[in-house]
């Protein structure tokens, strides 16, 4: 376990057992790295599996992510590896910089850090192929590591687990001839802001949230796009409201994915609404 | 919070609505250049399958010109040309190849190459593609 603590780790494992790694399935199907390790947009988890494995092969990725907001920043790294294109398991560590905040209350270095260990089954469905969409079930467990503030602030637990199912479908020309990219999300979670604030609080605790993406591809390597993620509002202390972000999508090749979105993560722990550009790299094999 | 979710659906329904509105005319057939058009992107396409080494196995010991003529009058009809397919249907012709899912995208892939070396626009490609999505259940795996 400790070894697994270290999302580093998982990636030197994962790269390694991705030996007889296939890139079968088309350019852009296994989507970029959302901020929690999971493969999918930027803020929301997809129904698509990382990397380009087809059902005799296996994948993994590598990402790195920097979103930076007026008064905070948020760092994320991780890796993914996929068997067989059914099954997803993600480590990621998310580093949220506290900024101003951290001066307010007398700590300039101040930032909040989380692990987070997901496993994505596909259920049934092919992202472009068949009448229906891709259908998966996920799991996000997190664990917070640095649990003094969000305590402060009222959080009841430094550790949660959020339960996804999504949806995701590319519906060949679909946009005007261009192809059109849709996924829904529903996530049971008691995660305040991601997880970074803790779990749960006096407004309540796990409840279910919708997220949804929606991107068209002027290009195969080329995806633009929307998302929006509903978040819970459990702390009276610091209320918050859902994400949104815009998004273009580069996949020069198979291995290599460049994502560029403008986000907006609502109002946190009391400064205002959080707005800022986001940068994420993902490497494939 | 209710709305914003009901926003996305009303944006998503749009969409879908964009999406089925008809583009009947001109036929794929005319977009894609006609039937010289179509041989073209054949003849592409068979210089693609001869440097991809998940397909160029399958095509060893196949009639070229004989392909050539069958698939270009397979595509030309189903883009609603003037042209009959006389062969058999896809699952009796891919029989016993157990072609797998990555030769079969390593196929779409080539078919993308060859329509980019013939400069056919990305919404002419799709369009084709969407037309030949359904027929991957009966070339794969069997
Ligand atoms: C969208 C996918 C595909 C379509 C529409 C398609 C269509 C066709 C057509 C129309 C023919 C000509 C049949 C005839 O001569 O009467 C053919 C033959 C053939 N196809 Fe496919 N095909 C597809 C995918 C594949 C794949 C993935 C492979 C495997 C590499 C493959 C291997 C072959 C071979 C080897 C022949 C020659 C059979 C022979 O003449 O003995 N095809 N295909």
């Known amino acids: ?285 | 919070m209710k709305r914003h979710l009901s926003c996305l659906a009303t944006a998503l329904l749009l969409l879908a609505g964009c999406a089925s509105t008809p583009t009947r005319n001109p036929t794929l057939y005319v977009q894609l250049g006609g039937r010289n058009g179509i041989a073209a992107i054949t003849d592409q396409l068979l210089d693609a399958f001869a440097r991809d080494p998940l397909v160029a196995p399958a095509f060893r010991h196949v009639d070229i010109g004989l392909f050539q003529t069958h698939f270009t009058d397979y595509l030309c009809q189903l883009a609603e040309g003037p042209c009959r397919y006389t062969g058999d249907s896809m699952a009796e012709v891919h029989r016993g190849m157990h072609i797998d899912e990555a030769t079969f995208n390593a196929v779409v892939q080539d078919l993308i190459t060859a329509m980019n070396h013939q400069h056919v626009p990305v919404r002419v490609q799709n369009r084709l593609l969407a037309r030949l999505a359904p027929e991957r259940k009966d070339i794969i795996y069997r």
């Open chain 1, 1 to 285: 376990m400790k070894l697994l603590a270290r999302p580093g780790c998982l990636l030197a494992l994962a790269l390694p057992l991705a030996a007889h790694a296939g890139d079968g399935r088309l350019l852009a199907t296994g989507g970029v790295t959302e901020i929690e390790g999971s493969a999918g947009g930027g803020l929301v988890p997809w129904a698509v599996l990382a990397g380009y494995g087809t059902r005799e092969q296996s994948g993994a990725t590598a990402f790195r992510t920097r979103l930076d907001l007026p008064d905070y920043r948020l760092d994320a790294w991780g890796a993914a590896f996929t068997w067989h294109n059914r099954v997803e398991l993600s480590a990621a560590r998310d580093r949220f910089d506290l900024g101003t905040l951290g001066q307010a209350i007398g700590d300039p270095g101040a930032a909040l850090r989380q692990d987070v260990f997901g496993a994505k089954l596909r259920l049934a469905g092919d992202l472009v192929y068949g009448p229906l969409p891709q259908f998966s079930l996920g799991v996000q467990h997190k664990r917070l590591l640095d649990f003094t503030i969000p305590h402060l602030a009222g959080a009841r637990r430094d550790s949660g687990t959020d339960i996804y199912l999504a949806a995701s479908q590319l519906l060949l020309g679909a946009a005007a001839g261009y192809n059109l990219l849709w996924n829904v999300t529903l996530r049971s979670t008691a995660a305040n802001q991601f997880g970074l604030l803790g779990f749960g609080g006096d407004r309540g605790g796990r409840r279910l949230v919708g997220e949804g993406s929606l991107a068209v591809m002027p290009d195969p390597h080329v995806a633009v796009g929307a998302e929006y993620r509903q978040k819970p509002d459990n702390l009276s202390f610091a209320r918050e409201s859902h994400a949104s972000d815009l998004f273009v999508a580069w996949f020069p090749c198979k291995h290599v994915a460049l994502t560029a979105a403008y986000v907006s993560l609502g109002p946190i722990a009391g400064l205002r609404n959080q707005r800022g550009w986001y940068v994420s790299l993902q490497g494939s094999r």
